[in-house]
């Protein structure tokens, strides 16, 4: 299995699968944004970048098979009472991303190369060893790991690995903390695979890669919190691909006054496209204006017809037919309104 898929499901809710892989692979649309948000999937852009459609489906349905998910509806999965017994007891045991909303924050394979070849560096160092192999072909990995090298030295590389690392697996389950250091690779020390780790622990290989997604983004985190000089490492890694660029540039001119024909205009890009990045802008960003496209009266009028309970099934068309003046802009910062206030973010 190449990840423990009941995590991402629920027993009430159902969900659709391929809006999971587009956010994992971050192929982001205006739509997978939209249902990655309600399904509180975003925090998943980017995890998997080279999650195979074929693989997904094919462990989704093996999962059917186990009696883990049931598929009501084509494409949409939800736990089954088993799945779910399942997925409390891996949460239980630690085993779940602790803080997805990581991963759109840190380029995480661009990290997973640069950390584990700053490991075996600092050991190969201290073993007074010059010419090895490096474990990662990543030409911008290496770069990075040199830079720092050079702007402090291989001596505080391994002070600094041995201080924060020690520190920080001592505060996670013992034997989850050993297999992720079995992982590691140093001198005359190669790292146990996924699947070696698994062999060795109570723990399956789609237990043991999530585990180590979840360890390397929490590091990475308390390498910044504890102000270690390993954060440069880690800001060199930031992940700024969450919003695409395009909608960040329309969202600023926006900001600057610009109203949605003009910017329209200036960008040569159809008023419905603007609209669209706005929409993306308003899923991400807390603080963004959604009453300046929403009037005390229209908002009264929707809450007549939209809840928290059906915002998910109700239609654009449905509701345009009885507010004929509604826009799709509108209809969808409503739904943005209803779900952040329900979730108090």
């Known amino acids: 299995m190449h990840q423990p898929w009941i995590l991402y499901f629920?027993?009430?809710?159902?969900?659709?699968?391929?809006?999971?892989?587009?956010?994992?692979?971050?192929?982001?649309?205006?739509?997978s944004l939209f249902w990655g948000f309600y399904y509180d999937w975003l925090g998943y852009i980017n995890e998997e970048p080279k999650l195979q459609e074929s693989i997904f489906l094919k462990e989704l349905a093996q999962l059917v098979k186990l009696g883990d998910l049931m598929m009501p509806q084509q494409g949409f999965y939800q736990l089954t009472p088993q799945g779910e017994q399942k997925k409390?007891?891996?949460?239980?045991?630690?085993?779940?991303?602790?803080?997805?909303?990581?991963?759109?924050?840190?380029?995480?394979?661009l990290w997973k190369d640069v950390f584990y070849l700053s490991v075996q560096a600092a050991s190969e160092y201290a073993y007074d060893q010059k010419r090895y192999y490096v474990i990662t072909s990543n030409l911008q990995a290496q770069y990075y790991v040199k830079q720092w090298i050079k702007k402090y030295s291989l001596a505080q590389l391994v002070t600094e690995l041995n201080e924060t690392l020690n520190k920080f697996l001592a505060q996670e389950d013992p034997q989850l903390a050993a297999a992720f250091s079995a992982s590691l690779v140093g001198y005359q020390v190669n790292g146990k695979t996924a699947l070696q780790i698994a062999e060795m622990t109570p723990y399956s290989p789609a237990e043991i890669s999530l585990m180590q997604v979840d360890f390397l983004l929490r590091y990475a985190?308390?390498?910044?919190?504890?102000?270690?000089?390993?954060?440069e490492l880690v800001a060199w890694t930031k992940n700024e691909r969450r919003v695409p660029q395009s909608a960040l540039v329309t969202y600023q001119m926006y900001l600057q006054g610009f109203d949605i024909a003009t910017i329209s205009q200036r960008r040569h890009v159809k008023p419905a496209t603007v609209e669209e990045h706005l929409i993306d802008v308003a899923i991400i960003k807390r603080d963004f204006p959604r009453d300046a496209f929403l009037t005390p009266e229209l908002k009264t009028a929707l809450s007549q017809m939209m809840s928290i309970q059906n915002v998910a099934t109700i239609q654009y068309k449905e509701l345009k037919e009885k507010l004929p003046e509604l826009t799709f802009l509108q209809f969808r910062m409503f739904q943005i309104d209803l779900l952040r206030k329900e979730r108090n973010n």
């Open 10 to 31: 629920e027993p009430e809710k159902l969900k659709k699968a391929s809006v999971l892989r587009q956010l994992m692979t971050n192929k982001i649309t205006s739509s």
């Open 88 to 109: 409390q007891a891996m949460i239980e045991a630690g085993l779940y991303l602790h803080k997805p909303q990581l991963l759109a924050q840190i380029d995480y394979p």
């Open 221 to 231: 985190q308390y390498i910044v919190q504890e102000q270690s000089i390993l954060k």
